[in-house]
């Protein structure tokens, strides 16, 4: 049986990570303002919510690096 890669879960610390390093390799910076229930991600002007859990579902993931990835171009 073959898993998705979708449906993995990812802990909040590698969303993170990720979210910095492809801002990186794009030469932008990522900036980190924290709320109450979202961290809010700023890159290159475009807000991404990631949830404040210990680990976020697969798909929802997947979501958030695509969101930064279309804010690098």
């Known amino acids: 049986m073959s898993i998705a890669p979708w ?3 990812m802990r909040r610390r ?3 990570r990720a979210i910095v390093e492809i801002a990186r390799q ?3 910076t990522a900036i980190l303002m924290h709320g ?3 961290d809010k991600w700023y890159v290159n002007g475009v807000m991404v919510a990631v949830p404040r859990h210990r680990e ?3 798909r929802l993931a997947q979501t958030i690096i695509q969101q930064v990835k279309e804010a690098t171009r």
């Open 7 to 9: 449906t993995a879960n």
């Open 56 to 58: 976020i579902g697969g």
């Open 36 to 38: 109450a229930n979202h």
């Open 14 to 16: 590698q969303i993170d």
């Open 26 to 28: 794009a030469g932008l």
